[in-house]
């Protein structure tokens, strides 16, 4: 109760604590601040007017956030030369369903990196030994190996033609079929198999410490097993640290898979997909950095405002649950 009146007695707890709400009640309502024009399968981007023309549309009634010019078939690197726009994307539309996807990017790839990270880090440090060595000089491989080589690799291994968010899911099959029905993509992949280790680290020090507890001690003497003193014991006392690194990583994570999308590589975060469609605007045809101010500052507010909001969350369970704070 005084960790959390610690945590609640923080400005910039509150204001984190609110940013995170306001997320997760905009996803939560997105079908009613935005209806979809498919209710069984939502589709972060609503088309909202045909239109060959580059040029994107003001906000007006009815549009509040106006369009963006989307690129039909966007070949998988990027567009093609002399390529025009087929029809206009609402903003408004995508930044509110783009916040569930975002939630969802955030938290799929952050629990199973830290699921992964822990398990392994414990499991590491309660054994000790020859076994904790090897395993944590892989861990710092896995650290040192470039994680845009391993977007390259996966997308070659699984992906043909999924990287392109306008082409047919009905042709798709095999791997491509079941991963695009998961709404898994190369950057969830590659984030997940290389981003536990600093998790794996730091429960195999945390683990490492408190091995030699009374507590520990006392359950290995009455006869429990490895995995008792670990999921019964060790876990319960060692996982604060890694559940305040898992606050921060939710919006960490997004933003990272955004600026993969918007260098090239393909993935589901809605946002990330926005700014990719609205480059050619920031520096403004006319040269005017904010002539099409709506087609990026929306999207990038969202994306900062999500990352600051976790990180907020972040720091404050850091404060609360760190035992040297008074």
């Known amino acids: 109760m005084i960790r959390w009146r610690r945590f609640f007695s923080r400005a910039s707890n509150l204001v984190g ?3 995170v709400l306001l997320f997760c009640l905009v996803a939560l309502l997105a079908p009613r601040l935005a209806p ?48 025009d726009a087929s029809y206009m994307w609402d903003v408004y539309y995508t930044l509110i369903w783009g916040a569930r996807s975002a939630l969802r990017f955030g938290l799929v790839v952050t629990l199973a990196t830290a699921v992964i990270g822990v398990l392994i880090g414990a499991f590491s440090g309660y054994i000790g030994g020859a076994a904790n060595l090897v395993i ?7 650290l040192a190996f470039p994680v845009i080589a391993g977007i390259w690799v996966i997308q070659r291994a699984f992906y043909s033609n999924i990287y392109d968010p306008f082409g047919d899911p009905m042709a ?41 507890s009374e507590y520990v001690r006392a359950a290995e003497a009455m006869g429990a097993s490895s995995g008792r003193v670990i999921f019964r014991h060790l876990l319960p006392n060692t996982i604060s640290p ?13 933003i990272l898979a955004s600026a993969f999308i918007f260098i090239g590589f393909g993935g589901n975060v809605a946002w990330g997909t926005m700014l990719v469609t609205s480059r050619d605007y920031v520096i403004g045809l006319s040269g005017n950095p904010f002539a099409y101010w709506w087609t990026f500052v929306p999207v990038s ?26």
């Open 136 to 142: 944590m000089r892989l861990t710092d491989a896995f």
């Open 242 to 254: 890694a559940v305040v690194l898992a606050a921060r990583d939710i919006g960490g994570m997004v």
């Open 301 to 326: 507010l969202a994306l900062i405002l999500f990352g600051v909001g976790w990180n907020l969350v972040g720091d404050g369970l850091n404060r609360a649950l760190s035992p040297y704070e008074r």
């Open 172 to 212: 798709l099959t095999g791997w491509e079929a079941f991963l695009y029905r998961g709404r898994i993509d190369p950057i969830m992949i590659t984030l997940i198999l290389f981003s536990w280790m600093p998790y794996a680290r730091l429960m195999n020090a945390q683990v490492r410490g408190a091995r030699r």
């Open 17 to 19: 604590l609110a940013l």
């Open 36 to 83: 979809p024009l498919n209710p069984a399968d939502p589709w972060p981007f609503k088309t909202v007017t045909q239109s060959f023309s580059r040029q994107p549309t003001p906000p007006e009634p009815g549009v509040p956030l106006g369009t963006t010019p989307q690129i039909q078939n966007m070949p998988q690197y990027g567009i093609a030369p002399g390529q």
